[in-house]
């Protein structure tokens, strides 16, 4: 079992920056892929950025030139730097890892509000 703890979230005005992190514990030798993923009212979840084990790194085309997913040295940390925010980034965002065998692990979510 893999347990994710996000932290980090909150409100910013259009153009600001927020870091999420998300802190990885139980079995963590057993995930391949990191990630964090959206959703906002009325949508569906959808995956904002995702790192590898081996450093392999996916970003959403609506995010990309604008935030960085990076592994703290003890791989068991992801996060997520997001630069000029929009408010059509306004979301729950979720920390996930995936196993070698595809098991999925979430965590709680935490709110991001991008609002003047």
């Known amino acids: 079992q893999v347990q994710l703890v996000e932290s980090g979230g909150g409100l910013v005005p259009p153009g600001g920056s927020l870091t999420l992190s998300c802190a990885a514990s139980?079995?963590?030798?057993?995930?391949?892929?990191m990630g964090w993923y959206r959703q906002a009212p009325g949508k569906q979840r959808e995956l904002v950025a995702s790192?590898?084990?081996?450093?392999?790194?996916n970003y959403a085309d609506s995010v990309k030139g604008r935030f960085t997913i990076s592994r703290g040295n003890a791989k068991n940390m992801v996060y997520l730097q997001m630069n000029s925010l929009r408010p059509d980034d306004t979301a729950v965002y979720y920390c996930?890892?995936?196993?070698?065998?595809?098991?999925?692990?979430w965590g709680q979510g935490t709110q991001v509000t991008v609002s003047s």
């Open positions: 996930n890892a995936r196993t070698a065998i595809w098991t999925n692990y």
């Open positions: 139980g079995t963590t030798f057993s995930i391949t892929v």
């Open positions: 790192i590898s084990s081996g450093g392999d790194i």
